[in-house]
């Protein structure tokens, strides 16, 4: 691992001060990017974005990214992972490879932390475009129906109302979905959840 790490570092340094050296070192990137190490696999991508801004390579990034935000247990992790993505969509050139990763990014969901949940829900809903708006409703339509007919826990309650402010905000910024999320939402008005009720009516 450590190795590694130094390999990344030089490879970093060397076309810093070289970048006509850079197109050499790439491909030892790319092959990083499938080290067994997490540490190694988060550095790789963060110098493949600063190596080149071609799509294919930061698609490569994204999915690295995503990869360790799902894999990885460690949800301080998952956050910083999580934060390098939001950073990345201040990019022109990522942001559009972004916007085609949100049904990928959505799968960090499967988390159970509430502050993980909420991070991705949020950077999904920048992120998400008329193209995909569709998806991403039938996905948070899955991630609802979870939540129902379980023990009823302080988080589940919270993740069921992020989820309604959520399809609530899509109906806002793409009135096309409205249709087929407002009977959903209408179910909530008399949630035992106050908090998931008021968010239908706000």
């Known amino acids: 691992d450590i190795l590694q790490l130094v390999i990344v570092e030089l490879i970093y340094r060397v076309c810093h001060q070289n970048p006509s050296e850079r197109s050499k070192f790439i491909r030892c990137i790319y092959n990083l990017l499938n080290s067994n190490s997490a540490s190694v696999r988060y ?14 390579a930061v698609k490569a990034a994204v999915s690295a990214y995503i990869d ?17 993505l939001i950073a990345m ?12 990763s949100v049904m990928d990014i959505l799968r960090v969901l499967a988390s159970p932390d509430l502050e993980v949940r909420r991070k991705t829900l949020n950077i999904a809903m920048e992120l998400v475009t008329s193209r995909n708006i569709e998806e991403m409703v039938l996905i948070l339509k899955k991630e609802i129906s979870k939540t129902q007919g379980v023990v009823e826990q302080e988080d589940t309650g919270k993740y069921r109302q992020l989820l309604v402010r959520t399809l609530h905000s899509t109906c806002i910024k793409f009135p096309d979905v409205s249709s087929s999320v407002i009977p959903l939402l209408m179910e909530f008005l008399s949630d035992s959840n106050e908090l998931a009720a008021m968010d239908v009516l706000i």
């Open 43 to 56: 550095e790789a991508a963060g110098t493949l974005i600063t190596l080149s801004s071609a799509p294919t």
């Open 68 to 84: 360790l935000i799902v894999k990885e247990s460690d949800n301080n992790v998952k956050l910083i992972v999580l934060d390098r």
């Open 89 to 100: 969509k201040d990019v022109p050139s990522h942001e559009k490879v972004l916007q085609e």
